[in-house]
């Protein structure tokens, strides 16, 4: 179908759209009231010579036929379009033009009706269709486009136009309005205007101002708005999940309206409904139209689905109001590295993790914990305390920790009470090796010779409470605690049962030893359940997020009957690496490396640490830079071209790669940023370290992180990787095919529009 184009003539002169752009189109001319026709001389010819008809909005005022006839070219088809109130709109030639057959009315019609509103979306630029970001939807989910019809309508005559397309419809008085969106409220005015002019009154005009809109939200007002005569028309700004329009399709069905009809002015959903036939039945939609390319594609899908999020040039997400439908700007970028603090002051604690294999990944819940579990999902990351509690070297640094802690709250509070009751839960106190941490433990607690330990759920003993009521000082010391459950019952069952709360309240402390929530607001919730008297010996922000199913995701996006020997049986021993199953001996986390491979000496996350190790320890200082404070409105990204120079060793890389998310990842600007930083990353790396970084690189390709000049740069690197260490060429195959597959779903995920 060609494009159409429109011209409006005001005192002004002629405003223009596009040009046509082949045979076969139809020029549509609006002539405001008041406008001179002789102005249609100032029409480019480009804007005529391709016109199959010439289309002439004639108004209140009627055309002077003869003069219209005279300053247009004789050669072209003049039609006038007419508008009655309570009619259907007409089409009819000048007087020695073309008979017009009904379908072919209806054709021009809806072609003139798309290309006028079409034109004032484009003139108040109400597409938006971004290149580097995409939108949350006020539904709750994603697109890729966005209309904002209100910008279309920036003068009285644009909410005018818009209403004469209803007329039709308001064929006795107190016909009901509801519209979707209070920028609507233009068009509903210039409706009333037009039918006052026929002695017509408009009906009740709704308006569903508020997101969600429920099926109750959406009957309630179609009910009202049709109130006196049992009819109402429902205007729909934008269609693009479809759901509200098949709510107010339902609403209009319903045994108390007799007659309504949606009109939709823009729908993306793909599902475009056009019921023909006389009015108030169905749903009739203005752009696109039907065999019409759309005007712009929303691309909705859900945060778990959406191809979006994995792309590499438009993961970040903007908001659209959904009060104002403006976009929240994208803040200021605001670039950081993972935070160095956070490994300076674990170095020890992953070191000793190291030493006795205490780090798992995807594996289930310790047999106590799990019936406190929301599901029966693996742990992504799982802290094996009863491995760390049995080595002296554990105990010993936990305990140090701990008293300069307990000391340096006793200095800043100018108090150090004497603990006179210590509760352990259960699951800590029953862990081989737990007896003797706690005898070097004991003389950091002055004043207390044993602990007493007490049950996750059930009811505590009697004797227990009574202790309680009695103590002045308590201290609840815990392993380790990721979301305070064991804490937070501690913390209830103490209030409830001391008969001076204050008291037990203000003189209540915990102590952890690995203190490792998902990020700061579970430990904020914690740290003031306890009125911030939470000491502990080491903290880490572990996400509870399983990279190993991103990457189990990222293979299953390929048919495992495509792929070759090499190819296929790493695919299968990756996917059963990633679903935790047991008897994969000696499978390395990361694509490329050996089984025996070990950062790097003198690392700031350790010293010569296993990969799951330092996967864990990276994860837990990009964790904790992430839950800095911010202040709005910044961005935080990761600046991969400063990590990929401070960094040198592959497995910290690596696990940069694994934790990082494509929208928070900055390799600098213009297209080609992310080829150089991988370029010279690549360059200086050993062939050791390239076995890890290419095939690496390329994974996180495939997961939307890098973007396609840094996937080309690592793919130009992985023949070079093949020749020197053939061992790797069936993880290199997969790796660049999924890295290609995901190129070739970005480019469909991108509109690609058809030639007219």
Known sequence: MPRDAYVRLSVAGPQLSEPADAPGAILFVDVEPGSDLKLFRRIPFDFMVLARHVVVREGDEDLDHGLLRSVIDKALDVVVLRQPIGAAPSVAPLEGGDTISEDEAKEILRRARAIELETMLRWGRAIWEPSDHHYLLPTGRHGATFVKLSNAIRSPRDATVIATWLLRHFNENDVGLVID??????????????????????????????????????????????????????????????????????????????????????????????????????????????????????????????????????????????????REYLPQVKMVAPLTSDPRANIRFWELCAQSGALGLEEPPDEHMAPHRPSNKPMPIHVRLDRLIQQEEFATAACDLLKQKIEERARTEKEDPAWELVLVPERDAGLAGFGHFWELLRPVLRGVEKYHHFPRDG???????????????????????????????????????????????????????????????????????????????????????????????????????????????????????????????????????????????????????????????????????????????????????????????????????????????????????????????LCRAQPDQRRILVPEILLASAQGKVPESGMQSAKAYSERVMRDTPAVSGTLKLALRLADHHLSLAKQATPQYPPP
């Open 181 to 326: 969106t209070g920028t609507l409220s233009a068009v509903a005015l210039a409706l009333d205007v037009e039918l006052r002019k026929a002695g017509r009154a408009l009906g009740r005009v709704v308006v569903l101002d508020h997101y969600p809109k429920t099926a109750i939200d959406v009957q309630r007002a179609v009910r009202r708005a049709a109130e006196f005569t049992r009819r109402a028309i429902a205007l729909l700004s934008v269609n693009s999940s479809g759901t509200l329009k098949d709510r107010l399709h339902a609403a209009l069905t319903t045994g108390f309206v007799e007659r309504g009809v949606i009109e939709v002015l823009v729908d993306q959903s793909g599902r475009v409904a056009e019921v023909l036939g006389p009015p108030f039945e169905g749903i009739e939609t203005w752009i696109p139209l039907q065999h019409g390319r759309p005007l712009a594609k929303a691309m909705t899908s859900d945060d778990r689905t959406c191809p979006l999020c994995l792309d590499s040039h438009r993961a970040p997400i903007v908001p659209i109001n959904p009060i104002t439908f403006e």
């Open 459 to 681: 009811v505590w003993s009697s004797e227990l409470l009574k202790k309680i009521n009695e103590a002045r000082n308590i201290a609840v010391l815990t392993l380790g605690a990721v979301t305070g459950g064991s804490l937070q019952n501690a913390l209830s069952t103490i209030q409830a049962n001391r008969q001076d709360r204050r008291v037990g309240y203000g003189l209540l402390r915990a102590l952890i030893i690995h203190a490792r929530p998902a990020g700061d607001p579970e430990w904020r919730t914690l740290y003031n359940s306890f009125a911030y008297r939470i000491d502990y010996a080491w903290r880490s922000f572990l996400p509870n997020r399983s990279v190993l199913n991103d990457e189990l995701d990222t293979l299953r996006t390929i048919n495992r009957d495509d792929l070759d020997g090499e190819e296929a049986e790493f695919w299968e021993r990756r996917q059963s690496f990633c679903a935790g199953e047991k008897g994969q001996g000696e499978t390395p986390l990361f694509w490329g490396a050996e089984p025996r491979t070990l950062l790097s000496p003198n690392s700031i996350f350790g010293d010569r640490l296993d990969p799951v190790t330092t996967f864990v320890a990276v994860g837990a200082a990009m964790e904790a830079r992430r839950h800095e404070k911010c202040r709005a409105p910044e961005r935080m990204v990761f600046d991969l071209a400063g990590m990929t120079r401070s960094y040198y060793d592959p497995l910290i890389l690596a696990s940069m790669f694994r934790w990082l998310f494509s929208y928070e990842a900055w390799w600098g600007l213009g297209a080609g940023a992310s080829g150089r930083v991988i370029d010279e990353l």
